[in-house]
């Protein structure tokens, strides 16, 4: 017996009410999603900090350096300033040699 099927013959499916609204809510999901994941993307690659090279002098801390960043941009927390510093230069620890060189910030 061989099994004919009949080409005009097409399945018909119909969404409930219910069904629509799960169709819609998980599309709007979906583009939710997508503008996030785009909108993290363009918060990541703006544009990068002005900053420039200082060499550090002999007996020079992190800390003078982070007073005179905090003093310039008008801020007196220079632990905060410090700890930018820190991770802008990528320092494993808040020791400094003489000669090193620093990026930091400017107005």
Request: charged share 15%; proline share 5%.
């Amino acid at each position: 017996m061989s099994s004919i099927v009949n080409p005009a013959y097409a399945p018909t499916y119909r969404l409930t009410r219910r069904g629509r609204v799960v169709v819609f809510a998980l599309g709007f999901l979906v583009l939710l999603a997508i503008g996030l994941v785009f909108a993290a993307a363009s918060m990541a690659t703006g544009e990068p900090e002005a900053t420039e090279t200082i060499v550090v002098a002999p007996g020079q801390t992190l800390w003078e350096i982070a007073s005179g960043v905090a003093a310039a941009q008008g801020t007196d927390d220079v632990r905060e300033t410090m700890t930018h510093l820190v991770e802008l230069n990528d320092l494993d620890s808040v020791a400094l040699g003489a000669g090193q060189s620093l990026e930091v910030p400017v107005d």
